[in-house]
Nanobody, 124 residues
Framework: QVQLVESGGGLVQAGGSLKLSCVAS????????FGWFRQAPGKEREFVAA?????????YYGESVRGRVTISRDSSENTVYLQMNSLQPEDTGVYFC????????????????WGQGTQVTVSS
């Protein structure tokens, strides 16, 4: 079955960096787009970033993180990364990796598979 396993979360001070990883198994990596979403306590899940799989697709970023995060994928490792820089306390939350065969990469409803999440905490 499909599994998405996130890692790399932790506690970091404001201004610091973290790199999240998501290892995918049970699917054909090159035929899926991948997204990162986050959920802060008491808030709805929010789109962070995505990387497409169709010809001509690119990378997509949420407004609140644009310019501070970079999503990438390594097909040789079946892994998707999220490099986060200049982290702020409002970036705190559980970060989820997700996979889709669709093309509306910013929409949660498009994603068929989800990981369990990794906690990111940014202290001020």
């Amino acid at each position: 079955q499909v599994q998405l396993v996130e890692s790399g979360g932790g506690l970091v001070q404001a201004g610091g960096s973290l790199k999240l990883s998501c290892v995918a198994s049970g699917l054909t990596f090159g035929r899926f787009g991948f997204g990162w979403f986050r959920q802060a306590p008491g808030k709805e899940r929010e789109f962070v970033a995505a990387t497409g799989w169709r010809f001509g697709d690119g990378t997509y970023y949420g407004e609140s993180v644009r310019g501070r995060v970079t999503i990438s994928r390594d097909s040789s490792e079946n892994t998707v990364y999220l490099q986060m820089n200049s982290l702020q306390p409002e970036d705190t939350g559980v970060y989820f990796c997700s996979a889709t065969k669709g093309s509306r990469y910013t929409a949660q409803s498009q994603y068929e598979y989800w990981g369990q999440g990794t906690q990111v905490t940014v202290s001020s």
